[in-house]
């Protein structure tokens, strides 16, 4: 799609409190990883709570938010006419295929209405766009944590009224497959993998030939607890604490997502903290880091048996993918599936996003059209 050698890229990622930016340059002419993309500018501008909280609705925050980007970049001196694509990170709209999406106006509805829910990420694809066309230049998204490419059998609940829902950490399971499988001399689309993404929310996702054919819904509903998430919870206890009137549907919400996993057991979210407190000598923390990886193996072992025992690889990724105790945790439950299991600590989102769309320029994958 391009005959230049160096593409310039600008990244939005915006978070609760906070908006990650970074500009980019993409090689154009290496099959080097390391050298394809190089970070000319980023920074993580955090956001006053306070003022956040004036705002009724996420998308309120879009004008003013996309203000404090153009001010930081105009700051740092980076000139944004020499940005040649923009890509934000793609919010709740509705279940697509994973890929790289132009951002249209049926985009921007579903992102300003919340199709799937109000979440800060909404705001990528609305600054992204409002900058692009202020550049004269195209926007994107890519892999927003609505991607389903789930089979029919695994969305079956148990339950008509109920469907399993495909929410989970679509960027970076999907960067570190493709990662993993340059490395391998091998393409994606040929291999059987299970992707571990170990942050706030935990996911464990069955990559068969290229599509997460299951995987649990990570932000509200399923799979291991993490460190401020319930994950699955006895369904008949939980009816009967939501009609105890003793607490609200927002007092439950947030038990499941905020308040729920180390936050509850632990009274922190802070997985390096837990660390800390198990080397100190603190038994209950290592007891509940251990319930955890446990859980995990699980779900592990639970996607093995959706690629019928064909598993080339498991791949951990997520800040907690830097805990090596924790990581051997899991490990020691998980090694008859499979001996080739790879630790990609971290989570470069930014870097997921722009090398979307060195794929796309290099048509490697194509650029889809929301609809």
């Known amino acids: 799609m391009t005959q230049k050698e160096k593409v310039k890229v600008l990244a939005i990622n915006p978070g609760s409190t906070s908006t990650k930016v970074a500009v980019m340059e993409i090689n154009m002419n290496t099959s080097e990883e390391k ?17 956040i909280d004036t705002f009724v609705h996420i998308t309120d925050q879009y004008q003013w938010r996309k203000q404090c980007v153009l001010d930081e970049l105009q700051l740092n001196h980076v000139n944004i006419s020499e940005i040649e694509y923009i890509i934000g990170r793609g919010g709740l709209i509705r279940n697509i295929p994973s890929g790289i999406y132009r951002i249209n106006d049926v985009m921007l509805e579903d992102l300003k209405t919340g199709y799937n829910g109000e979440h800060a990420s909404n705001l990528g694809g609305l600054i992204a766009d409002d900058i692009a066309k202020h550049c004269g230049v195209e926007a994107f998204i890519a892999d927003p ?19 399993r829902k495909s929410i989970f950490h679509a960027l970076n399971q999907k960067a570190i497959a493709r990662t993993y499988a340059k490395q391998k001399e091998e393409k ?154 790879k630790l990609f600590p971290g989570e470069d989102e930014m870097r997921a996003l722009a090398f979307n769309i060195y794929l796309m320029l290099k048509g490697e994958i194509p650029c889809k059209e929301y609809r």
Request: aromatic fraction near 8%; charge should be negative.
């Open 145 to 163: 944590v609505v991607v389903d490419e789930m089979e029919a059998i695994a969305k079956v609940s148990g339950h008509p009224l109920f469907d």
């Open 35 to 51: 050298e394809i993309i190089k970070s000319i500018f980023s920074i993580n501008i955090k956001h006053d709570t306070k003022k």
């Open 188 to 341: 994606y689309e040929n291999l059987h993998l299970i992707v571990v993404h170990l942050g706030g929310g935990i996911s464990v996702g069955a990559h068969r030939k290229g599509l997460v054919v299951d995987v649990n819904q990570a932000l509200n509903g399923e799979g291991a607890f993490s460190p401020e998430r319930s994950g699955t919870l006895p369904v008949g206890d939980l009816i009967k604490l939501c009609f105890s009137g003793k607490y609200t549907e927002q007092e439950i919400n947030k038990m499941v997502v905020g308040k729920g996993g180390y936050v509850a057991y632990l009274g922190t979210n802070d997985a390096l903290e837990i660390e800390k407190r198990i080397e100190a000598g603190d038994i209950e923390a290592k007891f509940y880091s251990e319930a955890m990886a446990y859980q995990i193996a699980k779900e592990i072992g639970a996607a093995s048996t959706v690629l019928e025992g064909k598993v080339d690889a498991i791949l951990f990724t997520g800040g907690m993918a830097y805990d090596k105790r924790f990581i051997a945790t899991i490990e020691k439950r998980i090694r008859h599936i499979t001996s080739e299991i």
